[in-house]
């Protein structure tokens, strides 16, 4: 299947957690405050340090939302 990151094209593995998909691609989520990229935190739906754009929706947890074909997903981060 295909999902859109951040405008681009990248083939998953069908319900593969949008998390564990950025973090296979080094996807950065968040900055700390002096800059530094951040990446998956608890990885199980309780810290809320995932949270990405799906399909318009703000505030998707990306640790615990499996990935779909055609998904477009937005990190917010380069």
């Known amino acids: 299947m ?3 990151i951040d405008g681009s094209p990248v083939e998953a593995p ?3 957690p ?3 998909l950025l973090h296979a691609r080094d996807a950065t989520l968040r900055l700390t ?3 530094r ?3 998956l935190f608890c990885g199980m739906g309780l810290c809320f340090d995932c949270l990405v754009l799906v399909d318009g929706r703000e505030a ?3 640790c ?3 990935a779909a074909d055609g ?3 937005v990190t917010g981060r380069p």
């Open 2 to 4: 295909t999902v859109i």
């Open 60 to 62: 998707v947890r990306a």
């Open 37 to 39: 990229r951040r990446g």
């Open 71 to 73: 998904m477009r997903i």
């Open 18 to 20: 949008i998390g564990a």
């Open 14 to 16: 069908a319900g593969m």
């Open 64 to 66: 615990i939302t499996p």
């Open 33 to 35: 405050g002096d800059g």
